[in-house]
């Protein structure tokens, strides 16, 4: 106690040292703790269903249609998986749309989940009110029932409990609502495709019949959680010996042709893994580089430290000389440290606070499990183990310096000599080396993601997004049961949309560019190259399915390239069966040939006699989902099939309205254009109102946020390298006033004991630069996934961060030099 | 019209100044320093010390000359303007035939480092660099001289005061007097026109400031100029000539001797009249 009173009254008595350790142990403990609690949510922390080590996502990789086509599941892998993979202990599998219910005579847009037998037990799932959906409710013949979110309950029947039993009409057909599932219990997310999942309001049962029909039609999402003691490795050879056995057991759905020619197989992913994708990599990037800020605050804390025990070692000498301990002195010194580090430790967790909130409320929407940031008593004995470090790392800083008796420090030779030891000047040039170095690092990583964010703007979308206002629209299936009715509702509304003040024109289409939302369909030929190339595995056979109407590329401003786009014409009269492909499409499997005139049609198309489409136009690439990801080989269908056939799409579509409105997107249309719908079809709801240039800016978000974070490291590193540079050289100076003293006598003027100074800091400096351009080198290959259009080496990112910590450093050691190289000798000669 | 006739005086002041060094010179070539109504006066706080008021001094080529005075006369100040350190706030200073009263400090800088060489009480060496280093070091300030020279220069200084064998020695290694050799060392590397040492034996045992000054005499004897300030008039009297400093005054023996005598009976008073009080 005598201690701790002892040493703060010490910080009481230099309080510009005591508030600069302070609130530089704050930043650098408050930002780590900060990024802490966000990996911790996000990354760390388990997922909220029970078991969930032992979860993993299933899905079909076939390389032969594309090399990144993934497939889900089809109901023949489902069954055959619940029957023969003993690996698993539970197979389940959903599906997610969006679908309308009729509440109080209201038509509202809600998202539901139709999910199979296990998942409930596979998500944990419990009812608030009522029952969960149970196996005897996936029975093909069972009633159709349906579960309440918690939050819809709450929205749209005011929480009422008796709504258990009744009925809601969803798709014109009747369920009785059974249960309100209790708060947060979630489906999982895929990182990988469209980012956070939007979570069901409504759950209802899938109700598969195991006794078939079976379809090669991979809709279902699947996950299964892992018999007990099986590992991920040994379930995948488990499943790829079963997988291999779908053509014996489903003759009629998979052919041994098929899996061999497309490498068809069934992948597992640890459910976690699955859900966070990259973002998990960035967010331990992310906690490094934070990191480095906090080791180059520590270092400007112990320099001044050092330099505040420094000033009292003549004290520290005599409590030695009467008496005191090592021990006790050493008590002192980490006394004075734990409080610092404490006080630093309280301002950290406010600080840590308000970073956590600014960080959820501006994190992109990419990023998954936010809703589990926040702070908790985890994070404070984070906060208190990171200080108790930092002040322990003080303390064992100073006393390494202070390892011989302090008695000799004083009465030995110090007064003898003109500068600070040797072994003590080293210490700081090292503790300023470390700073440079680390700064340098942070400087690169933050260059590097700067310029792939400037790249990300240079790069040509091959669309114009910014001008065009998008929204879904769900046509309710009961009403619209083919494409034909379909058609006259959108040519419709075009019509009337178009004839909207400001409105250059309008169309609709699903999917839309840089939406991650082109599904993979495999396309058959009319001639032989193409279906030989394709058949011999030269090329795959896939074509990204895109479904539009007149105007679609206008609209969009996707160049047409050769030949036409559509006309109202061809969609009044499918039977002409044109199509446009886009040029990737026409490259790659027509290369070299004019692709007007060509035929092509979805393989396995239902529909027999298969005819084939003409290829009517050529037009440009669009990104796919992002924008320095690949072009997708469109094959854009119109809405209206062939007579006699179906493309592989439910006939609603839930196609996107697209409006350009000139120059710039005009918001104020929307309530007009929504009245439209309105007045068309009072039933149709209407979601995802946006704009397509906020999907190009969602697209750099996950750069934006990390560069965003990365650059205020790095700045602050920046600013804490430059004080700690400023501090350390003004207080060698300050020790070195005799040495200066000295020079001037011998001759040296005050320009040369300018160069002097300059010349010994810029060796720290440099120092600094060479070990940070080194470590820069070997840690900046961890951003090698996020960096686009510049590589992890970038001379010219690496010169330009070494110039500006070069110049930081030059002027931080100028100014004390200045102000050296102005002593008066006599004064300073009679320095001590 | 006032202030023409004024700037005229001056003018007249100036050379009639200046002539008297210039004579001095002429009667005497070996006249090295020559300070003429040297006035310091420190101003702090609003009060005016005055250090140095109108001190007259000539130091000739090859003289050894001690100033002694009690603590507080103004020797150490008047070391500094010998040593270009400080400027004068009145007087004129010749060195070596050149005026540097005036100078800039880049300009003082130069000349010190050519003309004169330093001797510490604290020795004053630089305890980063090594033995040869610190001998080396005003030889780095000087423009054309090669780091062989440097070195070979360097060696040579420290043989003459017998540390040649210490050259690669930190001076915390060393002892008070063999620091204070290479700090002569130093001193003697730039082949100054004046050796300036301020109470060069005030850190050290009986014995070694007595082999220190015994070395000073050595390069008396082969023609050093010596200006050496002391308290301990053992060491004075080892000078050619003695200056006595007094309140800022340069005074002869017997006045020295008689001030002295004045102020310990006033001591002796004011003791007395303490004691009965």
């Known amino acids: 106690m005598q201690d701790f009173r002892y040493a703060a009254r010490q910080l009481l008595r230099n309080p510009v040292f005591t508030i600069a350790a302070i609130l530089t142990l704050a930043l650098g403990i408050g930002a780590v703790a900060a990024i802490f609690t966000v990996l911790r949510g996000v990354v760390l922390d388990p997922l909220p269903f029970p078991d969930q080590d032992r979860l993993v996502r299933l899905t079909s990789p076939v390389p032969g249609i594309g090399e990144s086509a993934r497939w889900d599941l089809s109901n023949a892998q489902y069954f055959h998986f619940r029957e023969h993979a003993d690996a698993f202990d539970r197979v389940g599998v959903w599906q997610i749309t969006g679908q309308t219910a009729q509440v109080s005579d209201e038509a509202i847009r809600a998202i539901s989940a139709i999910v199979s037998t296990d998942m409930m037990a596979l998500l944990g799932a419990q009812a608030a009110h009522g029952r969960v959906i149970g196996p005897h409710d996936n029975r093909p013949d069972a009633a159709p029932v349906v579960m309440l979110s918690h939050e819809f309950w709450q929205r749209e029947f005011a929480g009422d409990p008796a709504v258990i039993g009744r009925s809601l009409e969803l798709e014109g057909q009747t369920l009785e609502i059974i249960g309100i599932m209790a708060p947060g219990v979630r489906l999982p997310g895929d990182s990988g495709l469209s980012g956070q999942v939007e979570q069901p309001e409504l759950w209802t049962a899938m109700r598969l019949d195991s006794a078939g029909p079976f379809f090669n039609s991979h809709v279902f999402l699947g996950m299964a959680r892992l018999a007990e003691g099986v590992s991920v ?111 630093g430790g309280i301002l950290a967790l406010l600080g840590a606070s308000l970073g956590v909130r600014l960080l959820v409320a501006n994190a992109p929407e990419i990023l998954p499990r936010m809703d589990n940031v926040g702070l908790d008593a985890g994070i404070v004995l984070f906060v208190v183990s990171v200080s108790v470090l930092a002040g322990l790392a003080l303390t064992a800083l100073v006393l390494a310096r202070y390892r011989n008796d302090p008695v000799a420090d004083v009465v030995g030779g110090e007064t003898r000599s003109a500068t600070a030891g040797i072994d003590r000047q080293r210490i700081r040039a090292g503790l300023v080396a470390g700073q440079v170095a680390l700064a340098l690092v942070l400087l690169v990583g933050a260059g590097l993601l700067i310029q792939t964010y400037q790249k990300l703007g240079d790069i040509d979308p091959g669309f114009e997004p910014e001008p065009v206002i998008r929204m879904q629209l769900h046509l309710p299936n009961a009403q619209y049961r083919n494409h034909a009715a379909v058609w006259r509702f959108h040519g419709e509304l075009m019509e009337r949309v178009e004839a909207l003040p400001g409105v250059v024109s309008a169309s609709v289409g699903n999917p839309l560019p840089i939406s991650g939302e082109y599904l993979c369909v495999a396309q058959d030929f009319d001639s032989a190259i193409p279906a030989d190339r394709v058949r011999n595995g030269d090329e795959t056979a896939c074509g ?187 207080y060698l100076v300050a020790r070195r006033t005799n040495e200066i003293g000295i020079r001037m006598a011998l001759g040296a003027t005050p320009r040369r004991v300018e160069r002097t100074v300059v010349a010994g800091s810029m060796k720290m400096v440099g120092l600094g630069l060479i070990a940070g351009l080194l470590a820069a080198m070997l840690l900046t290959r961890l951003m090698h996934g996020m960096l686009y259009g ?39 000669l009679r320095e001590e | 019209m006032e202030k023409q006739i004024h700037c005229f005086l001056c003018i007249l002041i100036l050379l009639a100044t200046n002539s008297l060094c210039v004579n001095k010179t002429m009667n005497s070539e070996e006249l090295l320093i020559c300070m003429q109504n040297i006035k310091k006066v420190f101003y702090t706080d609003e009060v005016e010390t005055r250090a140095l008021a109108g001190i007259e001094l000539d130091i000739r080529q090859g003289e050894y000359l001690s100033i002694t005075g009690p603590s507080g006369c103004g020797k150490s100040t008047l070391l500094s303007l010998l040593g270009l350190l400080d400027t004068p706030t009145e007087g004129r200073y010749r060195l070596a035939g050149s005026e540097v009263a005036d100078l800039s400090i880049a300009d003082r800088a130069h000349i010190r480092n050519k003309e004169i060489g330093f001797i510490f009480q604290a020795f004053n060496l630089i305890g980063d660099l090594k033995v040869i280093e610190n001998v080396e070091l005003p030889l780095t300030y000087r423009p054309g001289v090669s780091r062989k020279e440097r070195r070979d220069r360097a060696l040579e200084s420290l043989e003459r005061v017998g540390m040649a064998h210490r050259l690669n020695h930190y001076p915390s290694q060393l002892s008070g007097g063999q620091q204070q050799r290479v700090a002569v060392a130093r001193a003697l590397v730039g082949q100054p026109s004046i050796l300036l040492a301020d109470e060069p034996t005030g850190n050290l045992d009986s014995r070694n400031g007595e082999q220190v000054m015994l070395l000073l005499e050595e390069l008396h004897k082969h023609g050093a100029t010596i200006c050496m300030v002391t308290h301990d008039p053992r060491y004075a009297a080892m000078a050619e000539r003695q200056i006595f400093l007094f309140d800022g005054q340069v005074v002869d023996e017997e006045e020295m001797q008689r001030l002295r005598d004045e102020e310990d009976r006033r001591v002796r008073e004011l003791a007395m009249a303490d004691r009965s009080a």
């Open chain 1, 233 to 343: 490795e040994r379930a995948e050879d488990e499943i790829s010996r079963v997988t291999a056995r779908l053509p014996e057991v489903f003759p009629e759905v998979y052919d041994e042709g098929f899996i061999d020619q497309f490498g068809f197989r069934t992948q597992l992913t640890p459910l976690k893994a699955f859900e966070l994708g990259d973002m998990a990599g960035h967010l331990w990037l992310l906690f490094g580089a934070i990191g480095l800020v906090l080791l180059i605050a520590l270092a400007n804390v112990a320099n001044l430290f050092l330099v505040r025990v420094e000033g009292r070692h003549r004290e520290l000498a005599v409590r030695a000389a009467v008496g005191a301990s090592r021990g006790a002195i050493a008590r002192h010194v980490l006394m004075e440290a734990m409080v610092l580090a404490g006080l």
């Open chain 1, 544 to 730: 990204d399915l895109v479904v539009t109407a007149p105007g679609y590329f206008e609209t969009l401003g996707i160049p047409v390239l050769a030949g036409r786009t559509f006309t109202h014409s061809d969609l009044d009269h499918p039977d002409t069966g044109a199509v446009v492909v886009s040029e990737t499409f026409a490259d790659r499997f027509w290369p070299g040939e004019d692709p007007l005139g060509k035929g092509v049609r979805p393989m396995m198309m239902p529909g027999d006699p298969p005819q084939y489409y003409r290829v009517i136009g050529v037009v440009g690439d669009v990104p796919e989902a992002s924008l320095e990801g690949p072009k997708p080989a469109a094959i854009y269908y119109p809405i209206t099939p062939k007579p006699g056939e179906g493309l592989p799409l439910n006939p609603s579509l839930n196609l996107h309205l697209i409006v350009n409105t000139g120059q710039a997107a005009r918001l104020d249309l929307i309530p007009a254009i929504r009245e439209i719908v309105q007045v068309l079809d009072a039933s149709v709801p209407i979601s995802l109102v946006g704009t397509l240039g906020d999907d190009v800016a969602d697209s750099k978000s996950q750069v934006s946020f990390i560069m965003t974070l990365l650059a205020i490291a790095a700045i602050a590193a920046l600013l804490l390298a430059a004080v700690g540079l400023y501090g350390v050289i003004a």
């Open chain 1, 790 to 828: 510049i590589t992890p080496g970038d001379p010219g990112t690496y010169l330009l961060a070494a110039a500006l910590l070069a110049a930081i450093g030059l002027i931080a050691a100028y100014l004390p030099a200045r102000r050296g190289a102005r002593l008066n000798p006599v004064a300073a």
